[in-house]
Nanobody, 118 residues
């Protein structure tokens, strides 16, 4: 059974920091590209940051320079370090695991709420 379990969300003041974690089980973590997405009320889910199996990263323009995605394959965990948080970062943050190619697979966590107060 595949599980992606997010943690680390919460309430923080603008300018503060949070570190999200996503622990994966039931998959060969090292062969999956991992990503963090977010969905604010009334908005579509959007990609925040992604990291490939080789460690290459990409970010939404809105978070570049503030957020950092990383992965620890030994711990089957992906992280999202969020600094200089803004009220517009308020959303439910979801972890995603994606395996491209012929045997494609895609999995989602249940999400963790991040609320940034002004």
């Amino acid at each position: 059974q595949v599980q992606l379990v997010e943690s680390g969300g919460g309430l923080v003041q603008a300018g503060g920091s949070l570190r999200l974690s996503c622990a994966a089980s039931g998959i060969m973590f090292g062969i999956y590209a991992m990503g963090w997405y977010r969905q604010a009320p009334g908005k579509q889910r959007e990609l925040v940051a992604g990291i490939t199996t080789g460690g290459s990263t990409n970010y939404a323009d809105s978070v570049k320079g503030r957020f950092t995605i990383s992965r620890d394959n030994a711990k089957n965990t992906v992280y999202l370090q969020m600094n200089s948080l803004k009220p517009e970062d308020t959303a439910v943050y979801y972890c995603n695991a994606n395996l491209a190619g012929a045997g494609r697979r895609n999995y989602w966590g249940r999400g963790t709420q991040v609320t940034v107060s002004s």
